[in-house]
Nanobody, 118 residues
Framework: VQLQASGGGLVQPGGSLRLSCAASGSMFPIDRMGWYRQAPGKQRDLIAA???????NYGDSVKGRFTISRDSVKRTVWLQMNSLKPEDASVYYC?????????????WGQGTLVTVSS
């Protein structure tokens, strides 16, 4: 399973970015797709997730500013980030949970850097 994430970069405070992540290399059913972020020296936190039935959940710090969406056929998830703040700067990781015969398995993308600075 490969997760190809893209869309990170440098943006000014108040700006927007859109991250994308495509899963390839397997056709196991996807239970959930999501985004985490991890700043240096800190734990990796869930930012947003979307389940196979379309249910979404967001971290408190991004509610109302970030929107997660997915295309089940393309096995792709996006994270639209608006009104970005300096504290949103981090490495963002795509996460996909797939249903295997033995249970659920986590897969991670390589991380994409988001920098918010004027």
């Amino acid at each position: 399973v490969q997760l190809q994430a893209s869309g990170g970069g440098l943006v000014q405070p108040g700006g927007s970015l859109r991250l994308s992540c495509a899963a390839s290399g397997s056709m196991f059913p996807i239970d959930r797709m999501g985004w985490y972020r991890q700043a240096p020296g800190k734990q990796r936190d869930l930012i947003a997730a979307i389940t196979s039935d379309g249910t979404t959940n967001y971290g408190d710090s991004v509610k109302g500013r970030f929107t997660i969406s997915r295309d089940s056929v393309k096995r792709t998830v996006w994270l639209q980030m608006n009104s970005l703040k300096p504290e949103d700067a981090s490495v963002y990781y795509c996460n996909v949970i797939m249903r295997r015969s033995y249970g659920l398995e986590n897969y991670w993308g390589q991380g994409t850097l988001v920098t918010v600075s004027s």
